[in-house]
């Protein structure tokens, strides 16, 4: 594993996190919203530098499940990387979840921020979004948002907010999860 030295806002984000405080709020089956309380394990290993031709990218692989509260079985599971870029002062979280959706979000971040908000838009060619046909058309994700804040104490903390447009309903859906992990290694 490579160490965290050029990882700018990313640095203290590298080990493996747990958190039992999560709330997602997300559609039931009858499209009305059901808040979950789950646990979640998270780990984020650096693996050095990402080389695109001019571009140096510093990178975390990163991987994370989340059991429903008092539940055996996961309810998610996502998988995939967060980039570093120094000369662009850009952080970018690349991702796939197994409902058959990909995300690359994106925003201009200090190198030494411990707050930062990241974004990304369907039909955007950068940091954008894309899904199944079954979801683009029933769970159409329209914009996805993250804000991380590392807290003094070395914990860490996450909102993300997933809206998505439902066929039969006129306001967006704001699918929400946030959590504070712990680093256990």
Do not use: K
Not at 11 to 31: Q, S
Not at 33 to 59: F, K, M, S, W
Not at 131 to 142: E, G, Q
Request: aromatic share 10%; with cysteine.
């Amino acid at each position: 594993m490579a160490d965290a030295n050029g990882l700018g806002p990313l640095a203290a984000l590298v080990g493996t996190w747990e958190g039992d405080a999560g709330v997602d709020v997300a559609p039931a089956p009858d499209r009305t919203p059901q808040e979950t309380r789950y646990r979640e394990r998270l780990v984020l290993e650096a693996i050095g530098e990402v080389d695109n031709h001019e571009q140096r990218l510093q990178a975390l692989r990163y991987a994370t499940t989340a059991w429903p509260e008092g539940e055996a079985d996961p309810f998610h599971e996502e998988v995939g990387y967060w980039l570093w870029d120094p000369q662009a002062q850009q952080v970018m979280r690349c991702f796939l979840v197994p409902r058959g959706v990909s995300v690359l979000a994106g925003g201009t971040v200090a190198a030494d921020a411990t707050r930062f908000e990241l974004a990304a838009e369907v039909g955007e060619p950068v940091f954008g979004i894309c899904s199944n046909p079954f979801l683009h058309s029933a769970f159409r994700t329209v914009r996805y948002e993250v804000e991380i804040e590392v807290l003094p104490d070395g914990r860490f903390r996450y909102r993300e907010d997933t809206v998505m447009r439902m066929p039969g309903r006129e306001e967006l859906f704001h699918h929400t999860d946030q959590n504070t992990l712990a680093r256990i290694g």
